[in-house]
């Protein structure tokens, strides 16, 4: 592949390659072992027009792990602001021959649109409510590496299911791998096409969690909500907040996971997200290893590539 714009055409082995690519990349992205060069001479942008601490931070960090010289475009200061569209944005940029663009954009779509007129390699690093595949590969990772496999599991994704392109590439992956998926939500927080998904639906936490391997905390993303359905907040934590309550009805050894930024006291009570079945610290450690991972993939089909 040229490009990586979601989980959605990824084949289950590509998915494996890639996840045991990242796995390889551990030592250096704890910098156990030293930098790589497989980047070096090449160049990526970083073309953030969404907030990011997480995703932005490791992509930059990867990138310098692996010897590419590293550009974070500063949407908010750059000519975006002066009314500069996506593509004229993109299309500048590419005039300036980067090899690699990461984008996230607030539209689903904007970043297969914009793969469509640049000449370099795109990394979707998530389009609105479509896909976020980088998170869900190292949430893969994640899971992999506490459970030695993610066929047969059971994993409960919890939250606002309807505006999280968290949700959506994490149910394709783990499903596409063989996990079996319960989504819990209330109904206004689902989405509309929700029987598409495939997945076991569940409005109540006491039934859905019941016996799962991985609970996955999502975000109750106000910013995306009108303002006549955001629910009351004390209302939301104690039907679907995740209080030790609540996850002692998954198995005993359920990883706790959410992929950040928390409202705590919202979605997630701060003892269970600090607590011993919490890996969310280690879901950020391992960001790092997988877009070292997905770049290096990339970089072997970029021109003039030394790599094999
Ligand atoms: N999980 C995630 O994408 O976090 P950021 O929005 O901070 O990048």
């Known amino acids: 592949h040229q490009h990586l714009l979601g989980i959605e055409g990824l084949s289950p082995l590509e ?4 996840l045991d690519l990242a796995e390889e990349q551990i030592a250096v992205s704890r910098q156990i072992e030293k930098k790589k060069q497989t980047l070096r001479g090449r160049t990526q942008i970083n073309l953030f027009f969404e907030a990011s601490t997480r995703t932005q931070s490791s992509f930059e960090l990867a990138g310098k792990r692996l010897g590419a ?6 949407v908010s200061s750059s000519s975006v602001k002066k009314g500069e569209t996506l593509i004229d944005t993109a299309m500048t940029l590419n005039a300036m021959r980067p090899d690699i663009l990461v984008v996230r954009h607030h539209a689903a779509g904007a970043v297969e649109l914009l793969a469509q007129k640049v000449e370099c390699s795109v990394i979707n690093a998530g389009d ?3 896909e976020h595949p980088t998170q869900a590969l190292l949430d893969a990772l994640t899971i992999r ?3 030695g496999r993610l066929d047969g599991l059971t994993v409960a ?3 606002d299911i309807r505006h999280s392109r968290v949700a959506r590439s994490n149910i394709l992956l783990l499903m596409g791998m063989g996990a079996r998926i319960r989504l819990i939500a209330p109904s206004t927080l689902l989405p509309s096409n929700i029987e598409c998904y495939g997945a076991e639906v569940f409005n109540d936490m006491r039934t859905g969690l019941k016996d799962a391997d991985v609970v996955m905390m999502l975000r109750l993303q106000r910013e995306r909500m009108t303002a006549a359905y955001v629910p009351s907040i004390r209302e939301y934590f104690r039907y679907y907040g995740l209080d030790e309550e609540k996850l002692a009805l998954a198995k005993p050894d359920a990883l706790v996971m959410h992929p950040g930024p928390m409202n705590r006291g919202v979605e997630i009570d701060p003892l269970v997200a600090d607590g011993p079945q919490s890996v969310i610290r280690e879901q950020v450690e391992m960001g790092v290893a997988v877009r070292m991972a997905v770049l290096e993939a990339l970089a072997q089909h970029l021109p003039n590539s030394t790599q094999t």
Do not use: E, P, Q
Request: charged share 15%; proline share 0%.
């Open 15 to 18: 998915i494996g390659s890639l």
């Open 69 to 74: 010289d590293v550009m974070n475009m500063a």
């Open 128 to 130: 609105g409510a479509h």
């Open 157 to 159: 994704i919890c939250g």
């Open 145 to 147: 590496r506490h459970k």
